[in-house]
């Protein structure tokens, strides 16, 4: 084994958990552990849905590598334990996690800071739906505020679509988000690094059957097109690997992430839709896309962002 490798000591990998993402994140983890123990790392399987987390203490795990998406994993929640455990952890911090899981802050916080992003409004009832609906027009997008993966998503095309968009959205969280949608080419940048100094990977474009990127698009077809190099107009990648680094750096992300964008068929402006800060790590995902069109493999992609592994506070409890 390698110094650096052996300077990792036991790795916890967290996967599964509580959210309704538990599927995706089961194989995402299932990936990443492979990729680890491929390299030599001690790395063990770890689900928080069916043990408790202080079980990383007396085990005595050194590291976690967070391949859990969605609520109990993606949204600060296990990272605020984890630093109170002392245990470093790859991905965004508390606040960084928390805030880009809810998509209404981080546009709230991205519009505040002059990036680009579509015009919305967050409703709690069926009635605002469709007042939403008479202000952004059609086609809107209905999905929860705090989700991933398309669940609970809606393009609504019409009025007496909103109740039934709304309920579907409602299922999932309280707060439903309301977002004017934009035609054109749907495209994705992953980040790395320090919110300082974060670094673009390839942007990869996105083709999905009648523009339907939805979670069995995602996840479970092979007719989603995935294009790396994107083959934008000249300029536009670079425009949008700035624009997704600044995103990044505002809401203090680190480790790594990913950005959706759209970028507006008529007047080619990039809209930023939201960030994953634990994105997947499946045979479908982008993040190890991109990086292999970076020339990085999944295995090193994995180590690398497990050496990035940190912590919050600078001394622990």
């Not at 009635?127 to 669940?151: D, W, Y």
């Not at 495209?187 to 009648?210: E, N, Y």
């Not at 996840?219 to 000249?234: E, R, S, W």
Request: aromatic share 6%; with cysteine; hydrophobic share 45%.
């Amino acid at each position: 084994m390698s110094p650096l490798l052996s300077e990792f000591g036991k790795v916890a990998v967290l996967m599964g958990g509580a959210s309704a993402e538990r599927e995706v994140s089961l194989m995402s983890g299932s990936g990443v552990l492979k990729a680890l123990l491929s390299k030599g790392v001690d790395a063990h399987a770890f689900d928080p849905a069916e043990r408790p987390l202080d079980d990383l203490k007396r085990e005595g795990f050194a590291r976690c590598f967070i391949a859990l998406h969605g609520r109990f994993g993606e949204d600060g929640t296990v990272q605020g334990a984890l630093e109170l455990l002392g245990i470093p952890y790859t991905g965004s911090g508390v606040m960084a996690s928390a805030i880009s899981m809810d998509k209404v802050m981080t546009k709230r916080i991205w519009r505040f800071e002059g990036l680009a992003t579509p015009a919305w409004a967050l409703v709690s009832s069926a009635a605002q739906t469709q007042a939403a609906f008479a202000t952004l027009g059609a086609p809107m997008i209905v999905k929860p505020a705090r989700e991933g993966s398309s669940i609970g998503f809606t393009k609504v095309m019409s009025a007496d679509q909103c109740d039934a968009a709304y309920a579907l959205a409602a299922q999932h969280d309280v707060d439903v988000l309301c977002e004017q949608f934009i035609a054109g080419d749907e495209v994705t940048c992953p980040v790395l690094g320090a919110a300082s100094a974060p670094q673009a990977l390839p942007v990869i474009r996105i083709v999905a059957p009648d523009g339907n990127y939805d979670y069995q698009n995602k996840y479970f077809t092979d007719v989603t097109q995935y294009i790396v190099p994107a083959g934008l107009p000249t300029g536009e990648e670079e425009a949008i690997a700035e624009l997704v680094r600044r995103a990044y750096s505002v809401l203090g992300c680190r480790g790594w992430a990913r950005a959706d964008v759209m970028i507006d068929a008529a007047t080619r402006t990039p809209y930023l839709l939201e960030i994953n800060t634990s994105p997947g790590m499946t045979g479908h995902s982008l993040v190890p896309m991109s990086a292999k069109a970076a020339g990085i493999s999944y295995e090193d992609l994995c180590v690398q962002l497990l050496q990035s592994a940190s912590l919050d506070a600078r001394h622990a409890p």
